[in-house]
T-cell receptor
Framework: AQSVTQPDIHITVSEGASLELRCNYS??????LFWYVQSPGQGLQLLLK??????LVQGIKGFEAEFKRSQSSFNLRKPSVHWSDAAEYFC??????????????FGQGTILTVHP | DGGITQSPKYLFRKEGQNVTLSCEQN?????MYWYRQDPGQGLRLIYY???????QKGDIAEGYSVSREKKESFPLTVTSAQKNPTAFYLC???????????FGSGTRLTVV
C-alpha cells in the first residue's frame, strides 16, 4: 500500500527566510503527488500537483516542489516566507492505477510557524 | 460559482445519537470522498464513491455510513457505533486528473 511520510511535525522559520518541507512517499510506480495547505478550522487548498513531465512544479503563493524519483521525494520550497504562510501543510499521493485509483493518501502534516 | 459545500460547520452529538453531515458539489465530478482529520494524524479516508449508487469503504469505515443517491450529494452519517467521533470531517470531490481534488471547508463534530 502507498504511504506518505512528512518527517517534520513542526517547523519554525523567520519571515523572509527560505523554506523547505520534506515529503517522502512509498509506492512502486509513478504516483500523482500533491501539496495542500490548511489554515486552522478550514478546508484544504491545493498548492501544486505533479502528474508527469517537468519534475519541478510551480504552484500558487510562490511555492514550488521537485519530484525526485531516485529519492522518492516531493519536497516543497519557498525562497522567502511571509507571515501569512503560517499554516499546516500536507503532502498527498494517489495511486495512478489499480484498485486504489482516485484515493488520496496523506502524510501526517507539518505545522509551519513564522516569526516576525 | 462552482464548488463543494459542507454543512453544518459545527455539530454536537449526544452519546448514542446518529448525526448526518452534508456534502454537496456543483462541479459535476463523479467521485466524492469523506476524510476524518485528527491532530497529528493527517487525513484518513472513511468512504468514497466513484459513481452514483455505488460507494466503497475506506481505511476507517467502522461506525460510519454513506449514501450516493445523486451525483451532487454524498452525506455521511456518524452512527452510535462510532465510539470516538469527535474530529474534523472533510468532504472532497475530483480525482487524479488535471482538475485534481477540491475540498469542502469541513464540519467539526463534538460529542457532548
Amino acid at each position: 500500500a502507498q504511504s506518505v511520510t512528512q518527517p517534520d511535525i513542526h517547523i519554525t522559520v523567520s519571515e523572509g527566510a527560505s523554506l523547505e518541507l520534506r515529503c517522502n512517499y512509498s509506492y512502486g510506480a509513478t504516483p500523482y503527488l500533491f501539496w495542500y495547505v490548511q489554515s486552522p478550522g478550514q478546508g484544504l487548498q491545493l498548492l501544486l500537483k505533479y502528474f508527469s513531465g517537468d519534475t519541478l512544479v510551480q504552484g500558487i503563493k510562490g511555492f514550488e516542489a521537485e519530484f525526485k524519483r531516485s529519492q522518492s521525494s516531493f519536497n516543497l520550497r519557498k525562497p522567502s516566507v511571509h507571515w501569512s504562510d503560517a499554516a499546516e501543510y500536507f503532502c498527498a499521493v494517489v495511486d495512478a492505477g489499480g484498485t486504489s485509483y482516485g484515493k488520496l493518501t496523506f502524510g501526517q502534516g507539518t505545522i509551519l510557524t513564522v516569526h516576525p | 460559482d462552482g464548488g463543494i459545500t459542507q454543512s453544518p460547520k459545527y455539530l454536537f452529538r449526544k452519546e448514542g445519537q446518529n448525526v448526518t453531515l452534508s456534502c454537496e458539489q456543483n462541479l459535476n465530478h463523479d467521485a466524492m470522498y469523506w476524510y476524518r482529520q485528527d491532530p497529528g494524524q493527517g487525513l484518513r479516508l472513511i468512504y468514497y464513491s466513484q459513481i452514483v449508487n455505488d460507494f466503497q469503504k475506506g481505511d476507517i469505515a467502522e461506525g460510519y455510513s454513506v449514501s450516493r443517491e445523486k451525483k451532487e450529494s454524498f452525506p455521511l452519517t456518524v452512527t452510535s457505533a462510532q465510539k470516538n467521533p469527535t474530529a474534523f470531517y472533510l468532504c472532497a470531490t475530483g480525482g487524479a486528473s488535471n482538475y485534481g481534488y477540491t475540498f469542502g471547508s469541513g464540519t467539526r463534530l463534538t460529542v457532548v
